[in-house]
C-alpha cells in the first residue's frame, strides 16, 4: 500500500457542507513538505477552501497562504517568502476521465488540464493543497546578493563584456 502524503487531508464528498473547510499543517508535515520540495523550510501552510459538490464532482475554491524559507538560486541565502495563492481546484471521479491509450497522443482541453482524479467517495484535499505550494514556490527565486554573488564568481549578465566568460566566448570567435 502507498505511503499516504505529507499533508494528507481526505475530504468524503458526502460530507460537503457550506461552511468552508480549513486545512493547517502541523510542524511535523510542514518539516516533511520542505524536504519533499527541497526548500530550507515550510513554516506556515493555511489553506481556507469552499467545496460544492455537483453531482460526483467536487469544485473547490479558497485561499493558500504559507510561510517559506528557500535558498536564493544564485547566491544561496536564506530567503523568507510570503505565498498567497487563489485555489481552483476539481475532483472527478477516476471512472469519469477517457481511458486513454499510453502511446496515444492526447490534445487536452483547459478543464481537463484543471481536473484531480479520486476514487470512491473521498479526495485528498490536503494534498491537492500541497501541489499548489509546490507550484507556486518560484525555483528561480533571487535575493538581494544574487548580482554580488554573480560579479564574485565571474559571472556576467548578458551584455556586459568582461569576465572569464566574456574572454573564452572572444576567443572563440573568429577574426
Known amino acids: 500500500m502507498a505511503e499516504a502524503p505529507e499533508f494528507s487531508r481526505m475530504v468524503d464528498r ?14 511535523q508535515e510542514c518539516a516533511a513538505l520542505a524536504e519533499r520540495f527541497a526548500i530550507v523550510s515550510v513554516e506556515r501552510l493555511e489553506a481556507v477552501v469552499s467545496l460544492e459538490a455537483k453531482g460526483e464532482d467536487v469544485h473547490a475554491k479558497g485561499t493558500l497562504e504559507a510561510k517559506v ?8 541565502d536564506d530567503l523568507q517568502v510570503t505565498i498567497s495563492e487563489p485555489l481552483t481546484l ?3 471521479p477516476e471512472s469519469a476521465l477517457p ?4 502511446d496515444e497522443e492526447v490534445d487536452l482541453t483547459e478543464e481537463e488540464l484543471d481536473q484531480i482524479p479520486y476514487d470512491g467517495t473521498a479526495f485528498d484535499l490536503g494534498e491537492a493543497v500541497a501541489q499548489t505550494l509546490a507550484l507556486a514556490i518560484d525555483p528561480y527565486l533571487e535575493g538581494p546578493n544574487a548580482d554580488e554573488a554573480r560579479r564574485q564568481h ?15 566566448l572572444r576567443g572563440l570567435k573568429k577574426d
Open 14 to 27: 458526502r460530507s460537503i457542507t457550506a461552511q468552508p473547510v480549513t486545512l493547517t499543517a502541523t510542524e
Open 90 to 92: 476539481h475532483f472527478v
Open 154 to 168: 565571474g559571472l556576467v549578465e548578458e551584455g556586459e563584456q568582461d569576465g572569464p566568460l566574456a574572454d573564452m
Open 69 to 76: 524559507v528557500q535558498s536564493c538560486a544564485v547566491s544561496g
Open 99 to 102: 481511458d486513454y491509450d499510453p
